[in-house]
T-cell receptor, first 112, second 114 residues
Framework: RKEVEQDPGPFNVPEGATVAFNCTYSNSASQSFFWYRQDCRKEPKLLMSVYSSGNEDGRFTAQLNRASQYISLLIRDSKLSDSATYLC?????????????FGAGTRLAVHP | EPEVTQTPSHQVTQMGQEVILRCVPI?????FYWYRQILGQKVEFLVS????????KSEIFDDQFSVERPDGSNFTLKIRSTKLEDSAMYFC????????????FGSGTQLSVL
């Protein structure tokens, strides 16, 4: 089983749509979880951290279900500028070391 | 906003040659990392570096790879004898002691091994 698994997409949605991405991770001892955004051939950029209580940042909502080892990202009112690849990222923090494990990403294309 | 800078942005080399990829992390950051991304694949961890030594390294980071902080600002990745499969985008990242999980990535060096 892959350490971090995501649906590769692409998700093609019209502007204004709501879209949800899911991710599962294999290491039940993982400590920290993130969503990163990556534009084509660019560096990953932190979108938001993911907490068990769920967290929201504007149009973006992230949820974590530790029991199911499942992470989600919801984007409301999609904009053209949201078109990118969304990376689910887990930090196992094993041994206290900081090492991010990236999923392969889910591509989102928002069209007019 | 402070940023991680990487040079060069593109590097073309012949198989078997040595390459050095350079990074200038954000000035008050103390944790440094190298990641790579082969075209069409996921971002992969290579190595983390703290207090002038390697903290952790992946299976990818074999004896052909080394990292160094030669002065107070630069952080380098050396590949001693490049192979075709080393062709990838190499990202440097750094984080600060109070927020080690928040990584700031550089814009990457695209390495092409011919």
């Amino acid at each position: 089983r892959k350490e971090v698994e995501q649906d590769p997409g692409p998700f093609n949605v019209p502007e204004g749509a709501t879209v949800a991405f899911n991710c599962t991770y294999s290491n039940s001892a993982s400590q920290s979880f993130f969503w990163y955004r990556q534009d084509c051939r660019k560096e990953p950029k932190l979108l938001m951290s993911v907490y068990s209580s769920g967290n929201e940042d504007g149009r973006f909502t992230a949820q974590l279900n530790r029991a199911s080892q499942y992470i989600s990202l919801l984007i409301r009112d999609s904009k053209l500028s949201d078109s990118a690849t969304y990376l689910c990222v887990v930090n196992p923090l094993t041994g206290g070391y900081n090492k991010l494990i990236f999923g392969a990403g889910t591509r989102l294309a928002v069209h007019p | 906003e402070p940023e991680v800078t990487q040079t060069p942005s593109h590097q073309v080399t012949q198989m078997g040659q040595e390459v050095i990829l350079r990074c200038v992390p954000i000035s008050n950051h103390l944790y440094f990392y190298w990641y790579r991304q082969i075209l069409g694949q996921k971002v992969e961890f290579l190595v983390s570096f703290y207090n002038n030594e390697i903290s952790e390294k992946s299976e990818i980071f074999d004896d052909q790879f080394s990292v160094e902080r030669p002065d107070g600002s630069n952080f380098t990745l050396k590949i001693r004898s490049t192979k075709l499969e080393d062709s990838a985008m190499y990202f440097c990242a750094s984080s600060e002691i109070g927020s080690i999980e928040k990584l700031f990535f550089g814009s990457g060096t695209q390495l092409s091994v011919l």
